[in-house]
């Protein structure tokens, strides 16, 4: 592989940014378009005609062919559809074209994606409109324009609609506060998020031999290796060469597309690996996070590797998950969760950490909606990941402040009674980047929160769009109150006070996995979903309902149509998950028991005819006829329940969790069962400590 020389040259090289643009566009239409990002002003058509021929001529200089409007439907992928530049001029000839209008919207047919109703049949007409707040790339000879994705009346279809709609929302609530602390240069508030994103990676050749991993994404079979993560010898471990080669493959065309890849090490379970890009906007980070998703799939190919971003391919072994790390900041780069170094300062920390604590407590259950999937349903509450239950940690320094601010006692010196807010300073409150306590669902790392209960493979945006939205509707109510008061500083201390008493309950520095908090948090009220299927109920709340349409994030049916999508898509993925269960029954492992009995049968026969002792032989079938029997029971019996499915999407969720997955479990159970009794050589596919430890 060539070596990287020159990274800041390469960094971006193949994105269409704000240096390009400033070369390549005239000035007028250079600020234009930067009014346009800055104020939301709409670009006239001429402006658009100047930056999509600009773009074009960039684009087939690194030798694009094709455009794209980029999007993000509801299956939480991206889709592409891509034309030619290519214009015919007469006389057999060409010419690459193309105009402003073609930048600015698009028609993909968008008959075929999720629509959860919004959009009915006869009017399958989807659109897409250029989001000129992230940036165009060139990849795969394509020129990719990334775009929001609508219906003809104007109804979001996509993940990136909501999002940045949430974005303006939060922006334009945080800077009320702003100005009644004083600050009166901040314009706009950005959501800053870094996504820590984590896979495994297997061998090519092994991943085709297993049907359910190509089908499912995970093993839906396999006896545990007799090695796994026990010895801790894998984390932060020396990098294998292979995946080594891979992951300086991976960061160069990361880089090239201007994604801030920068951390990258071996995780807990063998076979897992991370990737941390730099926190950027969360637009940016979000469309990134889908380039990463996509580009690690990819360049696996190459390596003769399978990337799985499946939340738990493997039993028995650690999950993956997506760790997203969420912080507000002025436009002047001022982030508004770091305590300040003055009194003033704190304060405003203060009553942003005070909206945050009141928003994750009373929309908790939003919040876990949010990460729900039948992926993730064997990561949360497994003791591995966070808990299904939504707490904050905040750190013992933090925690003394919220606790001196709620008893009215100083947290250094009792004797000098309540801690004044914007009066007294903080305490040193350390910027700690090591996980102190894994087990928490949403940390607070100095100056920002870690929110960790997101599945390896789901999209951002939709929790991004959650802590958007709660933030932007807190900080509207202390904005409403703070305004009328009278005297700010008094009633500042009151709400901060109030705040923390009344939402104390959120707060958990304590063990997440522990029986013990599961009890605590029900005497708290704290809401337990344990599964997608126990979300899903909460999800449509009117309390939901009226925060997202308050807030413009959703109209009522945009919302509803996002959990008919979400419903459906877990019971899709556990249908075709038991099929492909009773499909690899039926063809390879009872077939493979069935012919080493018979092989053992021989062996008892012919070793009878000479008088030999059989005595392992006869043990071994009398254990795996067993085995095999009750296997095809069980395969039986969920192929029988699998026949009655109920009709309401919802109740077909409680369903599959109650009746499929068990099913589904048992049949596993003696499925593997039956590998560990088997000779290896009859065994139609590739063990986990093959997968592995390959
Ligand atoms: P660690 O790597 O130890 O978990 P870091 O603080 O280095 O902790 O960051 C983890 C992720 O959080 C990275 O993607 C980083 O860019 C991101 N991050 C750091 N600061 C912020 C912030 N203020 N807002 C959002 N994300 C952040
Ligand atoms: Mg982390």
Same mark, same amino acid.
């Given at each position: ?21 400033? &070369? ?130 104007? &109804? ?539």
């Amino acid at each position: 592989m060539s070596q990287i020389t020159n990274l800041p040259a390469i960094f971006g090289s193949d994105v269409f940014n704000e240096t390009t643009m400033k &070369e390549r566009l005239a000035p007028e239409v250079y600020i234009a378009w930067k009014n346009c990002i800055q104020t939301g002003t709409p670009l006239e058509l001429s402006v658009a005609n100047s930056i999509a021929e600009a773009m074009k001529k960039w684009a087939t200089e690194k030798g694009a062919t094709h455009y794209t409007h980029w999007f993000q439907p509801m299956t939480g992928i991206t889709a592409e559809k891509h034309d030619s530049f290519l214009t015919p001029i007469g006389e057999g000839k060409v010419m690459m074209e193309f105009s402003g209008k073609e930048l600015v919207r698009g028609e993909p047919d968008a008959s075929s994606f999720p629509s959860g109703g919004l959009r009915a049949t006869f009017e399958a007409r989807g659109y897409t409109a250029w989001d000129p707040t992230s940036f165009a790339f060139v990849k795969d000879d394509s020129l990719f324009i990334p775009t929001c994705f609508f219906s003809y009346t104007g &109804e979001a279809l996509d993940k990136k609609t909501p999002l940045l709609r949430s974005i303006d929302e939060v922006s334009r609530e945080a800077i009320r506060i702003l100005r009644l602390f004083g600050d009166t240069t901040a314009k706009r508030i950005i959501t800053c998020v870094g996504p820590e994103q984590e896979y495994f990676l297997i061998p090519r050749d092994l991943y085709a031999q297993r049907e359910d991993l190509r089908l499912t994404g995970r093993t839906l079979f396999g006896a545990p290796s007799p090695k796994g993560q026990e010895l801790d010898d894998h984390y932060f471990g020396t990098i294998r060469t292979r995946v080594s080669a891979y992951m300086k493959d991976l960061d160069e065309q990361l880089w090239r597309l201007g994604v801030l890849s920068k951390t990258k090490h071996n995780e807990a379970a063998p076979a897992q690996h991370e990737l941390a890009p730099i926190y950027t906007d969360a637009n940016s980070a979000c469309d990134s996070n889908q380039l990463v998703m996509e580009i690690m799939k990819k360049c696996a190919a190459k390596h003769n590797l399978v990337c799985l971003l499946h939340e738990k391919p493997f039993e028995g072994v650690n999950g993956s998950g997506k760790h997203n790390n969420y912080s507000l900041a002025t436009d002047t780069g001022k982030n508004l969760f770091s305590p300040g170094k003055t009194p003033r300062q704190n304060a405003q920390f203060l009553v942003f950490l005070a909206a945050f604590i009141k928003g994750v407590d009373e929309y908790q259950e939003w919040l876990r909606c949010t990460t729900a999937s039948a992926g993730n349903d064997h990561r949360l509450g497994a003791a591995e990941a966070p808990p299904a239950i939504i707490s904050i940690f905040l750190g013992d320094e933090l925690n003394a402040v919220v606790e001196s601010i709620i008893s009215g006692s100083n947290y250094t010196d009792p004797e000098k009674g309540v801690m004044r807010i914007g009066v007294d300073v903080l305490p040193a409150i350390p910027k700690d980047t090591t996980d102190r306590n894994r087990t928490s669902p949403l940390a607070f790392t100095g100056n920002k929160f870690e929110f960790r209960m997101l599945g390896s493979s789901q999209s951002v945006s939709g929790p991004n769009i959650a802590l958007n939205t709660i933030m932007a509707e807190e900080l509207a109510q202390f904005a409403d109150e703070l305004e009328a008061a009278e005297d700010f500083d008094s009633a500042l201390q009151e709400l901060v006070c109030r705040t923390f008493t009344e939402h104390k309950r959120i707060i958990f520095d304590g063990n997440g996995y522990s029986e013990d908090w599961t009890q605590e948090a029900a005497r708290r009220g704290l809401s337990n979903l344990p599964s997608t299927a126990d979300c899903m109920p909460e999800y449509v709340s009117q309390k939901n309902i009226d925060l997202v349409t308050k807030h413009h994030i959703f109209t009522e049916n945009e919302f509803r149509a996002r959990f008919e999508i979400h419903i459906e898509a877990y019971n899709k993925v556990l249908n075709i998950e038991a099929l492909t269960s009773i499909d690899m029954i039926r063809h390879q492992i009872l077939p493979a028991a069935l012919k080493y009995t018979e092989h053992l049968a021989r062996s008892i026969q012919t070793k009878d005819a000479i008088g030999v002792s059989c005595h392992a032989e006869r043990s071994l079938i009398q254990r795996l006829s067993a085995s095999s029997d009750a296997l095809y029971d069980l395969c039986e019996k969920l192929d029988a329940d699998l026949r009655s499915i109920p009709s309401s999407n919802t109740d077909a969720a409680k369903y599959y969790h109650n009746v499929i997955v068990p099913d589904m479990d048992n049949a596993r159970r003696e499925a593997d069962l039956l590998e560990s009794l088997t000779d290896k050589s009859y065994w139609p596919y590739p063990t986990y400590s093959d997968l592995l430890f390959y």
